[in-house]
């Protein structure tokens, strides 16, 4: 898979996946590894990398992320 772009706080960020669960995310002032990780009860949640909480910046990226996902393969949904 190849670098893409997310909107993010009105800014175009980059986006590297690093896996076919983990991205890494270029925002202005650092780096973010993020995971796609699956709960207990089957609910997906964006947790930073070496983290066990999802915040509002995580989930917001991992929504973002999940958008153009999706636009690039729409036969999936």
């Known amino acids: 898979?190849?670098?893409?772009?997310i909107n993010y706080n009105n800014r175009q960020i980059t986006v590297t996946p690093q896996g076919?669960?983990?991205?890494l995310v270029r925002l202005p002032d650092r780096?973010?590894?993020?995971?796609?990780r699956e709960d207990n009860e089957?609910?997906?949640h964006w947790f930073e990398k070496?983290?066990?909480?999802?915040?509002?910046e995580?989930?917001?990226?991992?929504?973002?992320?999940?958008?153009?996902?999706?636009?690039?393969?729409?036969l999936d949904n």
């Open 1 to 5: 898979m190849h670098d893409f772009h």
């Open 58 to 74: 995580t989930a917001a990226l991992g929504v973002a992320i999940e958008m153009v996902l999706d636009k690039e393969s729409p």
């Open 42 to 44: 089957g609910a997906d």
């Open 31 to 36: 780096n973010i590894e993020l995971e796609l």
């Open 20 to 23: 076919p669960d983990s991205f």
């Open 50 to 56: 070496g983290s066990d909480n999802e915040t509002a």
